[in-house]
């Protein structure tokens, strides 16, 4: 069964920095995108960003490029999303999804399997 776990949620500041990491079980790990979307208070879901799983491209929604970097260590089933330069509008339940097949999906609910989400709140 397919498992995805997100861990690293918490409090920061404004201008901070905190690093979520998306544990996958369950799967062949290297046959799958892996995404992280966010749900802020007030809206739907909107994409945060994406890696590939055979040439590990990466895209971004514009509200978070240049500020976070997703990564993968396939070794550890493991995708990272660095968030740099964190802003109150950040505030949101972070998740990870997972996507059968090499490319990154064209939307959230393209998505096959979701993690349950952590936290992040960003205030001063």
């Known amino acids: 069964q397919l498992q995805l776990v997100e861990s690293g949620g918490g409090l920061v500041q404004p201008g901070e920095s905190l690093t979520l990491s998306c544990v996958g079980s369950?799967?062949?790990?290297?046959?799958?995108?892996i995404g992280w979307v966010r749900q802020t208070p007030g809206k739907e879901r909107e994409r945060v960003g994406c890696?590939?799983?055979?040439?590990?491209?990466?895209i971004y929604d514009d509200s978070v490029k240049g500020r976070f970097i997703i990564s993968r260590d396939t070794a550890k089933n493991t995708v990272y999303l660095q968030m740099n330069s964190l802003k109150p509008g950040d505030t949101g339940v972070y998740y990870c999804?997972?996507?059968?097949?090499?490319?990154?999906?064209?939307?959230?609910?393209?998505?096959?399997?979701w993690g349950q989400g952590t936290q992040v709140s960003v205030s001063a």
């Open positions: 890696i590939s799983s055979r040439d590990e491209h990466t």
């Open positions: 369950g799967f062949n790990w290297n046959y799958y995108a």
């Open positions: 999804a997972a996507k059968d097949g090499y490319v990154c999906p064209g939307s959230n609910d393209k998505y096959d399997d």
